[in-house]
């Protein structure tokens, strides 16, 4: 049984370009929490979702941000017009229901230059 | 406002010896707390957790203690080994929550 799947494991981008990170979760989970970690810094929550329901994006920036976990396929971070600030590590956690353990990807380090 | 901590940002110690990470928290409505080792370029890999009713609890090697009074929560390792070096955070969350508050994180650095 796979664990949780992220890619790219490392993401270089300009300022202005978009970013798109995937997250595949474990095999029989439909819920997917997006974290940003800064370095010597906690994860920070951003999103939570399950098949094609955004169900809490509370941590999530309004603008440039957004999130996806369609009925097929991985979820989807994607941030446009990248700036310096957005760099950081970006952690992706499945779980099978609500109150259930989550279980971390091996994050996608981006980068912004 | 509510936050959760850790008290320091490193600790080292002798393979053999114990070790002991702590770890504050402020939220009086939490009532699940989750420890998590992060080795260096993975993702946080879940240890061990604790609910409120109880003020410990043992695993493989490691036990977590949980103090309401002073609100205050910790991890115990036996017999530390280099394979635990890595960071330690503390996370909790409030009843009815699932999204789990970190905090900064506990560097572990255990030497042969």
Redesign the interface.
């Known amino acids: 049984n796979a664990g ?1 799947m992220q890619n790219p494991r490392h993401l270089v981008r300009r300022r202005g370009q978009e970013a798109r990170l995937r997250c595949s979760p474990m095999k029989g989970h439909s819920h997917v ?1 997006w974290y940003r970690q800064l370095p ?6 951003m999103v ?1 979702l399950q098949k094609e329901n955004i169900i ?1 994006e509370s ?1 999530m920036p309004k603008e440039r941000f957004s999130a996806e976990f369609p009925k097929e396929g991985p979820s989807i971070l994607r941030i446009q017009q990248v700036v310096r600030g957005d760099s950081a590590a970006y ?1 992706c ?1 499945s779980s099978p229901g ?2 259930y ?7 996608t380090r981006l980068t912004v230059t | 406002g509510e936050s ?1 901590g850790l008290h320091l940002p490193t600790l080292s110690v002798q393979e053999g010896d114990n070790s002991i990470i702590n770890c504050a928290y402020s939220n009086s409505a939490s009532d699940y707390f989750i420890w998590y080792k992060q080795e260096s ?6 240890i061990i ?1 604790i609910r409120s009713n109880m003020d410990k609890r043992q695993g493989q090697r490691v036990t977590v203690l949980l103090n309401k009074t002073v609100k205050h929560l910790s991890l115990q390792i036996a017999a530390t080994q280099p394979g635990d070096s890595a960071v330690y ?1 503390c ?1 909790e969350s409030p009843g009815g929550s ?8 506990t560097s572990l650095i255990v030497h042969p």
């Open positions: 949780v929490y010597e810094e906690g994860l920070k929550f939570y809490d941590g952690f956690a609500i109150n353990e989550q279980y971390f990807g091996p994050g | 959760v370029g993975k993702g946080p890999q879940f957790d955070f996370a699932y999204i789990p508050t970190f905090g900064r994180g």
